[in-house]
C-alpha cells in the first residue's frame, strides 16, 4: 500500500457508540492532519501533528479526540457524536521541513461518517 | 480570520473553451498559494503551487496581491479537466484554509 489509507471507508454509529478512525502514510512524511469535509461547508482543519505533537486544534469539540501514536499513524477517536457529527473526515500527511512554509499535503480516501 | 472566497459553486463551459475559476482570500501576512483537485471517485491532489511558477495539465494561476486573488485559468478546457476545484493558501506552517470549491463541468 502506498500514500495514505484510511480505515475505515465508511462508518455507521449510534450517538451512544465508541469507534476510531485510522489512518496511515507511506510516505516518510513527519506531519499528519484530520479534516472534515460536510456537505454544505468547506474543508475544516481539525488537529495538525508535527513530529508527533499536536500543533493545532481548530477549536473541535472534546468529543472527537486524536492520537498519533508514530509519524506514520493517526487515530481519531469517536464517542458520543452527534448527528450534525455526519461527513467526510480526510487525513493528510506532509513533510516539515524547517523554514519551509509551504509543503504540499497528501490526502487519504477520507472515511465517510453517518451517525444515526 | 482567515477567509477564502471561491464565489462560483459551478462553472460549466464548452470543451475548448477558455476557463477561469476565481479565488479571493484575506490579507494577513504572505500566505502560499496552492489550488488542489478533486477528480470524480478519486482522492484530493495538489495541482499547482504558485511558488512553483508552473503550469499543470495546462493549468497557471497568477498571483495578484493587490487584489488578493490567485485564480485558475485554462485557455482551452477538455472534458477530463471536470472535477471539483480548491484553492488553498497556507498560512502558518501546515496551516491551510480551502475555499468552498468550485465544480467544473466541461461539456462535449
Known amino acids: 500500500e502506498t500514500g495514505v489509507t484510511q480505515t475505515p471507508r465508511h462508518l455507521v454509529m449510534g450517538m451512544t457508540n465508541k469507534k476510531s478512525l485510522k489512518c496511515e502514510q507511506h510516505?516518510?512524511?513527519?506531519?499528519m492532519y484530520w479534516y472534515k469535509q460536510s456537505a454544505k461547508k468547506p474543508l475544516e482543519l481539525m488537529f495538525v501533528?508535527?513530529?508527533?505533537?499536536?500543533?493545532e486544534n481548530n477549536s473541535v469539540p472534546s468529543r472527537f479526540s486524536p492520537e498519533c501514536p508514530n509519524s506514520s499513524h493517526l487515530f481519531l477517536h469517536l464517542h458520543t457524536l452527534q448527528p450534525e457529527d455526519s461527513a467526510l473526515y480526510l487525513c493528510?500527511?506532509?513533510?516539515?521541513?524547517?523554514?519551509?512554509?509551504?509543503?504540499?499535503?497528501?490526502f487519504g480516501p477520507g472515511t465517510r461518517l453517518t451517525v444515526l | 480570520a482567515q477567509r477564502v472566497t471561491q464565489p462560483e459553486k459551478l462553472l460549466s463551459v464548452f470543451k475548448g473553451a477558455p476557463v477561469e475559476l476565481k479565488c479571493n482570500y484575506s490579507?494577513?501576512?504572505?500566505?502560499?498559494l496552492f489550488w488542489y483537485v478533486q477528480y470524480s471517485r478519486q482522492r484530493l491532489q495538489l495541482l499547482l503551487r504558485?511558488?512553483s511558477r508552473e503550469s499543470i495539465k495546462g493549468f497557471t494561476a497568477d498571483l495578484n496581491k493587490g487584489e488578493t486573488s490567485f485564480h485558475l485559468k485554462k485557455p482551452f478546457a477538455q472534458e477530463e479537466d471536470s472535477a471539483m476545484y480548491y484553492c488553498?493558501?497556507?498560512?502558518?506552517?501546515?496551516?491551510?484554509?480551502f475555499g468552498s470549491g468550485t465544480k467544473l463541468n466541461v461539456k462535449p
Open positions: 510516505l516518510g512524511h513527519n506531519a
Open positions: 493528510a500527511s506532509s513533510q516539515d521541513r524547517a523554514g519551509v512554509s509551504y509543503n504540499e499535503q497528501f
Open positions: 501533528y508535527s513530529l508527533e505533537e499536536r500543533v
Open positions: 504558485h511558488i
Open positions: 490579507y494577513s501576512g504572505s500566505p502560499e
Open positions: 488553498a493558501p497556507l498560512y502558518n506552517f501546515n496551516k491551510f484554509y
